[in-house]
């Protein structure tokens, strides 16, 4: 039995809830609403915030980065998705892997990528803990992308960048939806869609998230 389940915070009914809070929200997209119901998002957060993993906000994991509130992650899995079911997805950022954790519900294969190593090891054992199988993660400096591995069907970006990333542009296959804040004061969520006449650029609604940062740490 998990060591939190006594204070019921596995309980269906917290679980219920923080469906129906994010589809107050405007989510609509079932097959997000039902990969954020099920996975666990406290046992993604130390123990002490474990009581407040399931509120609204964005809560600290460590070394000044902090996980997504739950509404930001569901809007840009959603936007990610566009209705589709994803083949291959990269993710920069892994952080705790909590929108790691999510894009395994939703995508056929993960590939997520952090450049502060001691937060990949704790991404590594959270993602061991749902049993995660179809997740890969790598320490390195996602701004390159992993050319190797790509073209992706999706690709997200957990961390502000300053310009649209060409060499993550160039990983996206065509029919690819590519998500990430963009910006440095004010940020702002930004859709590219890959189609065979172009790279279609949306800007959508105001966001905050840690910069994207060069090299390893
Ligand atoms: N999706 C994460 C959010 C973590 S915050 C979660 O749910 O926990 C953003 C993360 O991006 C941080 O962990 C930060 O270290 C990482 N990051 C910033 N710049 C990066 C880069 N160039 N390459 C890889 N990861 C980066």
């Not at 990969?35 to 460590?62: K, N, Q, T, W």
């Not at 980065?65 to 990610?80: D, F, G, K, W």
């Not at 999510?102 to 590939?111: D, K, N, T």
């Not at 050319?147 to 690819?176: K, R, Y």
């Amino acid at each position: 039995m998990s060591k939190l389940s006594g204070i019921g915070m596995t309980s269906q009914r917290t679980r219920t809830r923080f469906v129906e809070r994010l589809r107050g929200q405007g989510i609509k997209d079932e097959v997000v609403l039902e990969a954020m119901g099920s996975i666990p998002r406290h046992i993604f957060v130390d123990e002490a915030l474990a009581s407040r993993a399931y509120d609204d906000c964005s809560l600290p994991i460590g070394f000044n980065q902090t996980i997504s509130n739950p509404h930001t992650v569901a809007r840009m899995t959603e936007l990610l998705r566009g209705g589709k079911m994803l083949g291959k997805v990269l993710e920069i950022g892994t952080g705790c892997g909590y929108q790691t954790a999510v894009l395994s519900r939703v995508a056929q294969e993960v590939y997520s990528v952090e450049r502060i190593a001691p937060l990949l090891t704790k991404a590594r054992g959270h993602l061991r803990e749902i049993r995660a199988a179809n997740v890969r993660v790598k320490h390195a400096d996602g701004s390159m992308g992993l050319a190797d591995l790509g073209p992706f069907d999706g690709i997200i970006m957990t961390a502000a960048a300053t310009h649209v990333p060409e060499a993550l542009l160039s990983q996206l296959a065509e029919g690819g939806r590519m998500v990430f804040p963009i910006g440095t004061g004010e940020q702002r969520l930004c859709l590219v869609e890959h189609t065979a006449q172009e790279y279609r650029q949306t800007t959508l609604e105001a966001v905050k998230f840690v910069p994207l940062l060069p090299g390893l740490a």
